[in-house]
């Protein structure tokens, strides 16, 4: 079995992709900074800790000593503007950091990016695929940037020989820390939320995204990329779902482009008196009501694959999180099949 390095292994996806690959019997190393949280991987047994920041070279040489491949999770996703050169030193910068080590060992890599990455121009009805390129412009999200800037960092490595294999997952769903990431929709459609909007996107399920992202690297399909998404549904259906599984009312009214607009500027105000949600931006209303499609047909024809079906996904993380509402502990998903 392999030694593999895990950065933002205390995140959503990264603590997922760590508790696959212990139960594939892999050695794992992380690397974690001094202030991470645990509370999603708890329970988790015999994995080797190394402290540090991913833009830290010394630290980077030492945790990459050793290990055959480097799964690179680690990232922030924010919407919010006094996030932004935030978002450029970890995801960007630290990308290229962690690109700079895997050279100098002259190991393989594993990008987790985003379909934000893409950065495509959204046209009605088109399906977006990873053959498709960035256009730069003033809509896109400072995210949307970072994301963007740390592929090229990693398409850069591959120009100099590194082995490195990128996935472009869509909104990932999954047991998580339920104040963050897509956890929080699960939470307010519990706590019964009353609106819904016009927006459509992908969404894929965490298990998924970690064991097709590591399929990938074990067939050794480096240099390229692959779009991750299981499949394209309205907000209005998945919040309908969650409702159903949650045993709650579903959310009502339509809250479309303009109702959505007069949110995030009211919050915007809320906010100069400490009140409102961060999570309320103009980027984050605006993507609500966008409707967007994207198709994974790549990596299932390379890998032979197929998704969990979001009503799996949906089910099988209400589940756990009734459960944490119960005993306020962290219940993840099994990798099983139902």
Partial sequence: ???????GATGFTGSYMVRYLRQLGHEV???HRSESSWYLLEEVEGLEKFCGDIRDIFALSDATEGVDAVYHCAGLVSYKKEDKNRLHQINAAGTEAVVNACLDRNIPMLHLSSVAAIGKKYTRGEVITEQNKWESRKALSDYAVSKFRAEQEVWRGVAEGLQAVIV???IILGACDWEQSSGRLFRSVYKRYPFYTQGITGFVDVR???QM???LMEEKHFGERFLLSADNLTYQHLFETMAKYLQVPPPRWEAGPKLSGLAWRLNAILRMFGLGNKAITRTTARMANRQTRYDSSKVKS????????LEETIRDSCVC????QQDGCHHPLSFEHA
């Fill in 168 to 170: 472009n997952p869509s």
């Fill in 321 to 324: 999180f009734l459960a944490t």
């Fill in 29 to 31: 190393r992380i690397l």
């Fill in 1 to 7: 079995m392999s030694r593999i390095l895990v950065t």
């Fill in 213 to 215: 992202a590591h399929q």
């Fill in 302 to 309: 390379r890998l032979g694959m197929e998704f969990r079906s």
């Fill in 208 to 210: 998924d995204v970690v």
